[in-house]
């Protein structure tokens, strides 16, 4: 089955600064690939996703890259304000079929933004 | 998010008893599960269904039940076979129809708490 892994595990950063997580997974197959943040006792949050048909894409302060050949994909955030303090997860799935493909999330990133 | 209820949202269970956590959704979803997830740990599945009437197994299933008797509604239950219960339970639903989107969009969690 797939298997994904995250890191780093923790990610503290000053505000205004980049924070970058990174994950990889292990089916060639999977094609879809969520982030979702999660505030503390809250459930989690699609912040953006995307498909194995694009190599990058962007809202706002947040973008996503992927690199099929390599098996990973990565998330970006820029100018990082103390909001943005939060757990991310990452997601594979081998998705838009009639056929079930797991959602195989990642152990998550604890982010902490100091102001 | 706004159209997935879970109640309750803080649930207490002496050992031995069995208690059902409900999950209601109002988007015309056609797929829902259930997740485990403790602290400092990512998403686990438990148990996923496609459409009514039909479910099956995740990752983690044992000491669980479920049903899916009508597309709105997934409750699960939580069994005195299942040894260490003490959890965030998260509901999930995706439309997971043919050229739709995989996205799940989840409830806000019920805390169940061992006494």
């Known amino acids: 089955g797939e298997n994904v892994e995250q890191h780093p595990s923790t990610l503290s950063v000053q505000e205004g600064d980049s924070a970058v997580i990174k994950c990889t997974y292990s089916?060639?197959?999977?094609?879809?690939f969520p982030w979702y943040k999660q505030e503390l006792g809250k459930r989690p949050q699609l912040i953006i996703d995307i498909r194995s048909n694009v190599g990058e894409k962007k809202d706002q302060r947040i973008a996503v890259t992927l690199n099929k050949t390599a098996k990973h994909f990565s998330l970006h955030i820029t100018e990082t304000q103390p909001e943005d303090s939060a757990v991310y997860f990452c997601a594979a799935i081998v998705g838009g079929g009639t056929s079930y493909g797991k959602l195989t999330f990642g152990q998550g990133t604890i982010l902490t933004v100091h102001p | 998010d706004g159209g997935i209820t879970q109640s309750p949202k803080y649930l207490f269970r002496k050992e031995g008893q069995n208690v059902t956590l409900s999950c209601e959704q109002n988007l015309n979803h056609d797929a829902m599960y259930w997740y485990r997830q403790d602290p400092g740990q990512g998403l686990r599945l438990i148990y996923y269904s496609q459409i009514v009437n039909d479910f099956q197994k995740g990752d983690i299933a044992e000491g669980y039940s479920v049903s899916r008797e009508k597309k709105e509604s997934f409750p699960l239950t939580v069994t005195s076979a299942q040894k260490n219960p003490t959890a965030f339970y998260l509901c999930?639903?995706?439309?997971?129809?043919?050229?739709?989107?995989?996205?799940?969009?989840f409830g806000p969690g019920t805390r169940l708490t061992v006494l």
């Open positions: 089916d060639s197959a999977s094609n879809y």
């Open positions: 999930a639903s995706s439309p997971r129809t043919v050229g739709s989107s995989d996205t799940q969009y």
